[in-house]
């Protein structure tokens, strides 16, 4: 491949990138973000063009670089709308990367521009006529003259913006609203106009309709420009006795200087003239602009190769995200003013007010709602590189024919993802309504948006059907708690993934074509095939009945390490050896929150529980990070256990309980015996109970320690913990089952479906 049929690379000057080719203009997209540069911004590239002029007194091949610009040369003009065909430039280049550095060096360009005309008696005009020719192709910078059309002496702008701008020659159809084309457009009439000779350009907002904000801003930079220049003229009025010598390092003959005899010519002129000689230096200043102001002039081909190169050289700046460049492929498909009424619009507007909630996390927040609504949308495992998902948006949306239906899944995925986000963050009254005020689903919610963030594609087609008219929602939080109970069951019997995401994105991608199920009479039984999840493939038939039966298919057949679960006794035989707490705290948490859930002390053993009546210790609707639940407490310490417990035990699920953070940084490392008393004042029923049981242990607390426990809330799943005297390995393996059988008929029975 010849790299030339992918993007040309040059080194040029102002007067190369801006006036050589007069109908050459520039094009800002609609995806760019607004104009944004601010004073400081102004300040350092006056700073450096300042300094390159005065450098040219040391070194005579010294310039200025400003970086690099990206442009595409659209040829066909696909990229521009609104458009008057055949009242375009005939060459107009979109913007990639640079329209900050354009703009405001076009800026600049009209600040020295003005500040020279304004001075320009009929006087100056005769003693610099040989250097005012710089004026007439300065004029090319900000200007592209149009010879032809509806009117035949009209001038364009140089830059204008998709949407707000529109080339044309006719006075009805030309539009230029943005900051930077509006401001042209007002400088070239202003320029027209021999009225204004030797006046100042002032450029007024008072008339604009729309983003007053953005024209006042760009209105101050050029205000930041002429105070520059003015201070320039006050600070450095001999720089050009540092240019005698030097002045055909910008193109000026010496002889116009100093005059054929080297006595004359501008240089006698300027000597007794002080509007002369400031207008000498300002012109001095533009052709350094014009000649020695260079950047990496970028043509690329195709627009992704603009964007591939622009991602690559990118080192300061954030990159357009592929949101950012998709919505204009969905203006330019509905037409700019059928957008505006259309359903589109209010879809890009809710994916817009979901990515502007974390301003700092918005390129990490466009990256995972693009990853996650491509295996939403069609089942397509996209990777987080900015082409691929540039590519992806456009091109999906380019062949697919619902295309409202494309925007608005992107638009529910987006708004899946605020509830996800804030379920643990704010779980407002608007998240639990979402719910329908199912908190056990709240609490499951905020458990895996902990970590499980592959199982956002899933959940968010279930909640796009919660949204539909005729739906209750039931099966939404229904998935929600499915889709924790598969997860729990998965990881807490192995010590990795064991391809997990996979299970995700084959059910989105192919559903399952044969999926069996074992029983507890241990023969396999072939499931009715599993359609795909993803909405082009399913859009209305994806039901909690078929979710339930792939992901009991998943822990049977779909594990990377051979690990099969099809019953209790399986699951069980896996837990009893795994050491939850250090594998996976949240699940070990949600294990231990959904274990207590409902339950009492049993008789039948040390730290064992049984079922209870309805209603009494729930656990499972108080959320998952509630106050009883901040941290997960060994009952045989981490460090120095106590006899009879091995290392193989000790992280396994019966020796652990959950406390609060300030109770459990008390317990910490603490002796059998004070342990014991502890568990006992925490499940005390009342405060009588709770003073009995601390006065008459032969154990005593510091006074921290007890005010701790008198102030504490009841703890009623510690009451199987208040007698631990024979705790140890086998004590802790017959609590790991029988907590595991309470969160296998909770989990594994209520949410997955299997038989018991």
Known sequence: MDIKNVFSVDTVNMKKLFADEQEKCFYIPAYQRPYSWKKDDINRMWEDIVYGLEQLGNSEDYITFLGSVITMHDIKHESIAPIVRGETPSKVMVIIDGQQRLTTMLLLIISLDNAIRKKLTKDNEEALSRVLETLTFVSNMYKSPKNYGLNKSRDYPKIIRAYDDQWATDDDQEKYDSPI??????????????????????????????????????????????????????????????????????????????GADGEGGIKKDIANNQDQKEIFILLLILRFVLQRV?????????????????????????????????????????????????????????????????????????????????????????????????????????????????????????????????????PDEIIVNELKNDKVALTCLQFLAKKHIIAIALLSRFYSKSLLDNSNADDFVGAIKTVAAFFVLWRSVRTGTAGIDNCYRGLMSKGVEQPRVRGNDGIEKAQEAILPFCRQKNENNISLKNLKTALRYFLFKGATDGVEIYSKETWLDKIKNIGIYTENKEVCKLMLISAFDGVVSSN?????????????????????????????????????????????????????????????????????????????????????????????????????????????????????????????????????????????????????????
């Open 181 to 258: 084309a509006r401001l042209l457009k007002e400088y070239i009439n202003f320029v027209a106009n021999n009225k204004n000779k030797r006046k100042t350009f002032v450029y007024s907002v008072d008339n604009v309709d729309k983003d007053r904000e953005s024209h006042k801003g760009i209105n101050a930079n050029l205000g930041v420009f002429k105070s520059s220049i003015a201070k320039f003229l006050k600070d450095k009025l001999d720089i050009h006795k540092t240019m005698i010598g030097k002045t055909h390092l910008l193109d000026i003959e010496e002889s116009i200087f100093s």
């Open 294 to 426: 260079f950047v990496a002039d970028i043509v690329a081909k195709k627009e992704e190769y603009a964007f591939e190169m622009f991602d690559s050289l990118n080192t300061t700046g954030d990159p357009l995200t592929a949101f950012e460049t998709f919505k204009p492929k969905v203006v330019e498909h509905i037409g700019l003013e059928a957008y505006f009424s259309s359903s589109s619009k209010k879809h890009m507007e809710q994916i817009e007010d979901y990515l502007k909630l974390d301003p700092k996390r918005r390129d990490a927040s466009t990256n995972q709602l693009i990853t996650t609504f491509s295996l939403s949308e069609n089942g397509k495992a996209l990777s987080k590189k900015l082409r691929e998902q540039r590519i992806y948006l456009r091109d999906e949306y380019r062949k697919i024919e619902a295309k409202e239906g494309f925007v608005k899944n992107l638009a529910i995925v987006g708004k899946f993802y605020n509830i996800w986000n804030l379920s643990n963050n704010n």
């Open 604 to 756: 039948q053993g040390t730290g064992l529980v049984e079922e209870a009546r309805s209603g009494v210790s729930e656990t499972l609707n108080k959320s998952f990070d509630y106050l009883f639940f901040q941290s997960i407490e060994h009952i045989s310490p981490q460090t120095n256990n106590w006899s009879g417990v091995s290392d193989e035990r000790k992280h396994t699920l019966g020796n652990l309980t959950l406390l609060p953070k300030s109770i459990n940084s008390s317990a910490g490392n603490r002796e059998l015996k004070e342990k014991e008393l502890m568990f006992k004042a925490l499940s005390a029923k009342t405060l009588k109970e709770q003073k009995e049981h601390l006065k008459n242990s032969k154990v005593k607390f510091g006074e921290s320690t007890e005010s701790i426990l008198v102030q504490s809330q009841h703890f009623p799943y510690l009451e199987s913990l208040t007698n631990l005297e024979d705790w140890g390995d086998e004590v802790i393996e017959k609590r790991t089952e029988n907590l595991g059988s309470m969160i296998w008929k909770k989990l594994a029975v209520e949410w997955l479906g299997f038989e018991k």
